[in-house]
């Protein structure tokens, strides 16, 4: 099973891909059959490719997450409260978001889940 430090290595990582906005950075967290569901409720992304796809696109919108208290983990769970701040259309757009991820024992992502919706975005 993934260590704490593993899993808490891991959320600093994702925040840093965000940071660089480099994708491969992100993807390099995940393991190759990984799922990535963000926000919940839309089509799941599978594998490298699809997962840095989407990780690309978002980094486009200049997207930098902050967290917003600590990193909370739990057998093979790590779950995260961030902001997120990004461009979308032109507007400055906060988005208050809660990530989960599951691990694999290597301590790769194998599952990510990111919980917000409308009433957790500002500046639209």
Same mark, same amino acid.
């Given at each position: 099973m993934a260590t704490a430090e593993q899993m808490t290595a891991a959320v600093h990582g994702y925040v840093e891909a965000f940071e660089k906005g480099d994708a491969e950075l992100a993807v390099a #967290?995940?393991?190759?059959?990984? !799922?990535? /569901?963000? %926000?919940? &409720? !839309?089509?799941?992304k599978r594998g490298h490719? /699809?997962? $840095?796809?989407?990780?690309? *696109?978002?980094? +486009? !919108? &200049?997207? @930098? #997450? $902050? #967290? /917003? &208290? %600590?990193? $909370?983990? *739990? !057998?093979?769970?790590? *779950?995260? *409260?961030? $902001?997120? +701040?990004?461009? #979308? /259309?032109? @507007?400055m757009v906060t988005v208050d978001v809660i990530d989960i991820f599951r691990f694999n024992d290597a301590g790769k992502v194998v599952e990510m889940k990111a919980y917000f919706g409308?009433?957790?975005m500002t500046g639209l």
């Open positions: #967290l995940f393991a190759p059959d990984a !799922t990535v /569901e963000d %926000p919940v &409720g !839309t089509p799941v490719d /699809e997962i $840095r796809a989407f990780y690309a *696109a978002s980094m +486009q !919108t &200049g997207a @930098k #997450l $902050r #967290l /917003e &208290g %600590p990193i $909370r983990c *739990a !057998t093979d769970h790590a *779950a995260f *409260a961030f $902001r997120v +701040q990004l461009t #979308l /259309e032109g @507007k409308p009433s957790n």
